[in-house]
């Protein structure tokens, strides 16, 4: 008889949006993400880690893109295993991975009018869901170019827009601020903590200060596992004047690598 996991019979209607207990995730033949306890509640939680950590693997399989190896998974309620209808979670879901695929010659109002179809949204409620989530990346004035005319920085906002066109009620923004200037950074920080508000958002990133800046809440991944979860100011707390890094978080992050390295 198949042993029923305590995560299998707890009721849905717990605070967390999501939550993982044990969660192991192939990335290829390699375990990237192995033994991975984690609760969240609405927020914006920033994910750090060195590259290799595993970051992109978690959240791809928070965005249901591959299934757990092993471990309980509940994403807004609903348990994620191989026998689970994922369609209902989907479409309540946001997602931007590190490289996204589109077609060159759509505009970026129909390359978001085409996500926003995937996802199941109603055909009424588009067009001002499209427009709403273009003028929340700033690309208003670019909202009829074609994708294929799009800087670098642009591109990635038209991906933050795809992702939030849906309202989602869970956000994964994996390094969504990679080629974004330092206007539009601090733009996307103040778009962060709007979404946040409601949503559950985690946003992967390399950059300690936007984490600060922007996040309730900060993750540390290393080797697939969760070091530290805490407020940044948890974060700051943990370096030392000697610590590695250019201000008090990356003192923070570094700080907990080491002591991490020198106990395993
Ligand atoms: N397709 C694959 N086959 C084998 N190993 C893989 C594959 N994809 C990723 N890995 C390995 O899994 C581990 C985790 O990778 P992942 O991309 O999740 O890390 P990351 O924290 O997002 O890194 P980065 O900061 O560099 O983006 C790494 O050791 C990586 O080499």
Known sequence: MRTVR???????????????????????????IDGLDLSLRPGVHGVLGPNGAGKTTLMRALATVVEPAAGALTLLGAHVDGRAN?????????????????????????????????????KAATPDAVQRAIDRVGLTNKADAKMKTLSGGMLRRAGIAQAVVNDP?????????????????????DLLRELGADSCVLVSTHLVE??????????????????F??????????????????????RGYSALLRQHRSTV
């Open 169 to 189: 009620e869970l956000l994964l923004l994996d390094e969504p601020t990679v080629g974004l200037d330092p206007e539009q950074r601090l733009e996307f920080r």
């Open 210 to 227: 936007d984490v600060v800046a922007a996040c309730t809440d900060v993750l540390l991944i290393n080797e697939g596992r969760l070091l």
């Open 86 to 122: 994922l369609r209902a979670v989907r479409r309540r879901l946001g997602y931007l991975p590190q490289q996204f695929g589109f077609y060159p010659r759509f505009t970026v109002r129909e390359f978001i009018t085409y996500m926003a179809w995937l996802k199941e949204m109603p």
């Open 229 to 250: 979860q805490g407020t940044p100011d948890d974060l700051i707390a943990r370096g030392g004047e000697h610590d590695a890094g250019d201000s008090p978080a990356e």
């Open 6 to 32: 305590a995560a299998e019979t707890a009721p849905t209607l717990h605070p967390w949006r999501v939550h993982a207990e044990g969660l192991r995730v192939r990335a290829g033949r390699h375990l990237a």
